[in-house]
């Protein structure tokens, strides 16, 4: 049965953005600059202060492999784990935040798996913390940040009805062994995804061509 070139443009436009929605970088680069936003958690005293990082790192993204982002903020949201400031490198892998709290096993070292609820009230806190920065005292900092680091363990937060944000352009940075974070990345260019898909058909319309 033929399939129409119409037909087989939408599935090249459905399929391949699902591919890349999947896509993990295993090995990113990653060195500590400074720690701008530095702040303790309520109810995690031992912690130390946290809080934002600047860092240098580079994300091989299936559409633009090697973008590179310098003195780039990322947000601890694991209380287990440390780096030093500056520090590095250190090796990442990078997860988009839905996938890595809807298609793992990663969360806390309590054993705790997080869900994509969780990762969506952690991303709204983040945003909101350091959005707000300059206006929040001591006291509002680390409530949120403690806030954060209880919902990465699957505990209760110091703060109820958090809201839930978007995660589009979120990614989280993990390696089991020093500091998670989190950092908002814009998203890489569809332009690669296009083309890829534009060239496939005239792949198979050529096959087409020479089969007729």
């Known amino acids: 049965m033929k399939v129409s ?3 087989m443009a939408a599935a090249v436009l459905l399929v391949l953005p ?19 936003f530095p702040t303790n958690g309520t ?10 990082f600047l860092a240098d790192f580079t994300i091989d993204f299936p559409e633009t492999p090697g973008a590179t982002f310098d003195d780039y ?18 090796t990442y892998s990078a997860y988009k935040a839905f996938d890595f709290a809807a298609n793992t096993n990663f969360g806390g ?5 997080l869900t994509v609820g969780d990762m969506k009230r952690i991303v709204g806190l983040v945003s909101d913390l350091h959005t707000n920065w300059a206006s929040y005292s001591e006291f509002h900092r680390v409530r949120r ?28 940075l993990y390696n089991g062994q020093n500091q998670t974070l989190v950092t908002y990345v814009p998203e890489p260019s569809s332009a690669a995804l296009v083309l890829t898909g534009v060239a496939l058909l005239m792949l198979m319309a050529s096959m087409r061509r020479r089969s007729a």
Request: some cysteine; glycine content about 14%.
């Open 18 to 36: 699902g591919a890349a929605q999947a896509q993990v970088d295993a090995s990113v680069p990653l060195n500590i600059v400074s720690n701008p």
């Open 145 to 172: 940040q403690g806030s954060i680091w209880a919902l990465f363990r699957g505990e209760t937060p110091v703060l109820s009805n958090l809201a839930e944000a978007n995660l589009s352009g979120w990614y989280v």
């Open 5 to 7: 070139l119409k037909a």
């Open 43 to 52: 109810g995690y005293p031992a912690s130390g202060r946290a809080g934002g």
């Open 109 to 113: 070292a309590n054993g705790y798996d």
């Open 73 to 90: 903020l990322v947000w601890c949201i694991d209380p287990d784990r440390s780096i030093r400031v500056p520090g590095g490198p250190y």
